[in-house]
């Protein structure tokens, strides 16, 4: 049975990605909509279609589309599709196709409800004059319909809390895919010149931090955890946020070294070298605890959020509600002293292969469509 495969739009790098990618690989058959598609290579040519909003400047300017989305989502255009499975982390849950599919069940999978809209004190964008005079009618609009699918999944129980109070819909949780054999591996080499240099000059003990350089991610503690332990630390990654961190760093001479946008394969050795791996964000899920995990280093994060459901406290990670500079300095030491073997067990929870079976269980028996149909009991365990 065809289904579609519906994702906001599509980023040569992001965690939402990852996870269309891998709905991709379970239903291989099904075609993928989006708003636009700036990452043309990541699918075969002719397997993903966009919308109006791609041939606009607006684009360019999320904030800008933003009102434009919904509408944009209602109007998708005839198909035959029997089940649309969306991405969603923003409208688009909101799609709907005419013709056959009009009345086809709706999966959705939720990254978030739209932060923009619903949370904006945990995304700066919705702080805009723009989004915050369309929040009003948009929040009505998109509370109505998120009642129409036919079966939600959260990313973490954090955001099943919060689809449930801004929903009033129940969901279930799946956890996003991590792809832990490209981290639980004793693959070696491959490094540029350049960043041979860079391994050869780092500290033979240090602690770290890698993610976009943006406030929310507060890498800003990271710098304090290092400075409150006097270990060195590491920065991996670049943002909007580089200059800020860079004039905390020149406050501790000799602490901090900023490795900027690492490869896979150099992320990848940092995140072996590193002691502990410190990721202090409010996040919905929290790929990147589960990547250091996978090469067997603990994790120091906050105890609410995403990160909280996958570091085990006091097994692979120690989880904060203070980040004063004593409760990281002894965070740090705890978890240094953790098996790497425990890390390394516990993210293969989190791997692809699981949640590519949840995906297709979920999708076959909640539904009722023929989509590897499971029975109730063998869906309770899958899931």
Not at 36 to 54: H, I, K, N, Q, Y
């Amino acid at each position: 049975m065809t289904g579609y495969i519906v994702h906001e739009w599509l980023e040569p790098h992001g965690g939402a990605e990852k996870v269309v990618e891998e709905m991709a690989a379970v239903f291989p058959d099904a075609p993928i909509k989006c708003l636009w598609d700036d990452a043309p290579a990541r699918f075969p040519e002719g397997r993903v279609s966009d919308t109006w909003l791609a041939r606009t400047p607006l684009r360019k300017t999320k904030a800008l589309a933003l009102p434009f989305m919904p509408a944009t989502w209602r109007n998708l255009g005839p198909s035959d599709a029997e089940w649309l499975l969306c991405s969603s982390h923003l409208f688009s849950h909101h799609a709907r196709f005419s013709g056959p599919a009009a009345d086809a069940p709706k999966f959705v999978f939720v990254h978030t409800p739209a932060r923009y809209i619903w949370t904006p004190d945990m995304d700066a964008r919705g702080k805009s004059l723009a989004v915050r005079l369309a929040s009003v009618p948009l929040k009505a609009i998109d509370r109505k319909r998120a009642q129409e699918p036919t079966a939600i999944a959260a990313v973490s129980n954090f955001v099943r809390e919060r689809i449930a109070g801004i929903w009033d819909r129940d969901s279930i949780v799946i956890h996003p895919p991590v792809n832990v054999g490209q981290f639980d591996t004793d693959e070696q080499g491959g490094f540029t010149a350049e960043e041979e240099r860079i391994l050869d000059e780092l500290p033979e003990t240090f602690i770290m931090g890698a993610s976009r350089f943006i406030p929310y991610k507060r890498l800003d503690l990271v710098i304090a955890a290092g400075a409150a332990a006097g270990i060195p630390v590491v920065l991996a990654g670049n943002g909007p946020e580089l200059g800020a961190l860079q004039a905390q760093a020149a406050r501790h001479p000799g602490l901090v070294t900023f490795v900027d946008r690492p490869s896979h394969v150099m992320l990848r050795e940092l995140y072996r070298r590193s002691l502990v791996y410190v990721f202090p964000p409010v996040e919905d899920f929290g790929i990147m605890p589960v990547e250091a995990m996978a090469t067997g280093t603990p994790v120091v994060a906050s105890a609410v959020g995403g990160a909280s459901e996958t570091v085990v406290n006091g097994s692979t990670g120690v989880l904060l509600e203070d980040f004063s500079d004593a409760e990281l300095k002894a965070a740090i030491e705890q978890a240094a002293g953790m098996d790497p073997a425990d890390c390394r067990e516990r993210a293969w929870t989190f791997d692809r292969e699981v949640f590519r079976g949840k995906i297709r269980n979920w999708v076959g028996s909640s539904g009722r469509t023929t989509v590897d149909t499971v029975a109730d009991d063998e869906f309770e365990r899958a899931v």
